[in-house]
């Protein structure tokens, strides 16, 4: 029968990866992306005007800026 090894203190572990920033909603669309590039290197941001169609494919490295009228991100920007 095949030992089971369990973690230890010393094992490493995986950093989890931010999803989400829901800090930003109320702030600039240029300052939410450069927030967004600072801890996600090499995403790709995009800004979604108020009333446009956005494809429903999921990128993992693509973040989409929900904005109003007057250029604020309105909902929590996240991965996809």
Request: aromatic share 4%; no cysteine.
């Amino acid at each position: 029968m095949a030992e089971e090894k369990q973690p230890t203190a010393s094992t490493p572990t995986l950093p989890t990866s931010k999803t989400t920033w829901p800090e930003l909603v109320g702030s600039t669309a240029e300052e939410a992306e450069k927030k967004i590039k600072e801890e996600k290197p090499g995403a790709l941001v995009h800004v979604v005007p108020p009333n446009s169609f956005v494809t429903m494919d999921f990128r993992r490295n693509r973040v989409r800026l929900y904005v109003d009228s007057s250029g604020k991100v309105e909902r929590p920007p996240s991965i996809g």
